[in-house]
Nanobody, 125 residues
Framework: QVQLVESGGGLVQAGGSLRLSCAAS????????MGWFRQAPGKEREFVAA????????VYEDSVKGRFTIFRDNVKNTVYLQMNSLKPEDTAVYYC??????????????????WGQGTQVTVSS
């Protein structure tokens, strides 16, 4: 069982930055692929980024490439999402997730077994 707790959300102006954190419980954090998803009001939850257990493979959704960076600290059992050049369309609840699926499923929320409660990110124009 893995418990995930996100933090770092908030209100920011367009062009600003935020860093989200997701702290995981358990002693096998490095064995999990970690992903970030987001859900805007009235929309389905969508993939944002994922990182392999060792941190050497990174995958991003096209709209965040070059603006967002996912990274992890396997000593602190934490995964991060650094978000720069934020846009109003980035406004959503952001969720972190942990799973053991192969790379072909990283974009799919069904590839993850554990989810955090979410943290709100609001970008004002």
């Amino acid at each position: 069982q893995v418990q995930l707790v996100e933090s770092g959300g908030g209100l920011v102006q367009a062009g600003g930055s935020l860093r989200l954190s997701c702290a995981a419980s358990g002693r096998t954090f490095s064995s999990y692929v970690m992903g970030w998803f987001r859900q805007a009001p009235g929309k389905e939850r969508e993939f944002v980024a994922a990182i392999s257990g060792s941190g050497d493979i990174l995958v991003y959704e096209d709209s965040v490439k070059g603006r967002f960076t996912i990274f992890r600290d396997n000593v602190k059992n934490t995964v991060y999402l650094q978000m720069n050049s934020l846009k109003p369309e980035d406004t959503a609840v952001y969720y972190c997730a942990a799973g053991t699926a192969g790379g072909s499923r990283w974009h799919n929320e069904r590839g993850y077994d554990y989810w955090g409660q979410g943290t709100q990110v609001t970008v004002s124009s």
